[in-house]
């Protein structure tokens, strides 16, 4: 492809893509709000209790994980797009990042929805075992922790991870190279590894802040990023420009304004004034030899040494 080529076609996929940005973090609030709204979220005691407020929920839960699943497999055409640009301006990124972002996320997706339902199945029997047969509650216990650690639904919960990670490294590995490729900013770059960990360990609670990275994201294939210089120049060049800092953004913005010279820009050199005449050095006799003490040194001179 020719740089006018890579260009349009930027141009032309950008839609999508930030269509699938930021469908991927309305699936996510969905997701979030749906699991809040039916109290999957509150902190339990242990694994029965989990199971039994799932199968009091059935609906939600399975809609929940539906929304989620939805929403990661959103994140492939991002991945895509970011990929294809990157790759033009810094060739030398390997391939399978492309492989990873694009095959990861609809995995992750499938595994999410196929181990909802075996949750869900693991909690009927528990519920039905607690209410018919009865037994004490470590048995209870036991019994529920047992029919999620074991079977079908840890083979899958071990997929699900292993899935989750090659996720986590293709959202990174792309944000890294999107940087250095000056398609986002050094705050984006760090926030798009920031997602990619906490796809796979959510050790920050609610998903906040990869809702708000797919949202900036979208805005920029749009080219609607806030601020006077809406994104990196990479954009526009098709080279790997890097994105200038807020202290360059700020002198520019002071530049056009005439009070600083612009970035990369040379003023003339002011002309030096000249010397007041009361400021000039007494020159010395020019009959006078050099290196001959003045007549007011000896003076001084042989005054001393009396």
């Not at 970011?82 to 492309?98: S, T």
């Not at 199945?121 to 470590?138: L, Q």
């Not at 005449?277 to 020159?283: N, P």
């Amino acid at each position: 492809m020719t740089r006018e080529e890579q260009l349009a076609w930027e141009e032309r996929a950008a839609r999508p893509a930030a269509a699938a940005a930021f469908a991927s973090a309305l699936f996510g609030m969905a997701a979030l709000a749906v699991g809040a709204g039916a109290g999957l979220l509150s902190p339990a005691d242990d694994r029965l209790e989990v199971l039994l407020r799932d199968h009091r929920h059935a609906g939600a839960y399975i809609g929940s994980a539906v929304l989620q699943a939805l929403s990661v497999a959103a994140i492939a055409p991002v991945l895509a797009f970011l990929y294809r640009a990157a790759k033009f301006r810094r060739p030398e990124i390997p391939r399978g990042a492309l492989y990873l972002g694009v095959v990861a996320p609809p995995v992750v997706a499938v595994l999410t929805v196929i181990n909802g339902f075996q949750t869900l199945a693991a909690a009927d029997r528990v519920a039905s075992k607690v209410v018919s047969r009865g037994g004490g509650p470590k048995a209870a216990v036991k019994f529920a922790e047992h029919e999620v650690t074991k079977g079908g639904g840890a083979t899958v919960g071990y997929l699900a991870v292993a899935a989750g990670l090659s996720l986590a490294f293709a959202v990174g590995f792309n944000s890294i190279n999107a940087r250095r490729a000056g398609l986002l900013s050094q705050f984006m770059g760090i926030i798009g590894v920031i997602v990619g960990v906490l796809l796979v360990i959510p050790i920050l609670g609610p998903p906040l802040v990869q809702f708000f990275w797919f949202v900036a994201l979208g805005l920029l294939f749009l080219d609607r990023w806030p601020g006077q210089r809406k994104r990196g120049p990479a954009w526009e060049s098709g080279e790997p420009d890097a994105w200038p800092t807020a202290a360059e953004l700020r002198a520019e913005q002071l530049a056009e304004r005439g009070e600083l010279p612009a970035r990369g820009s040379r003023r003339d050199p002011e002309p030096e004034p000249e010397p007041e005449e009361d400021e000039l050095y007494e020159e010395a006799d020019e009959d006078e030899p050099v290196g001959t003490p003045h007549p007011r040194s000896k003076k001084r001179k042989r005054k001393r040494r009396r």
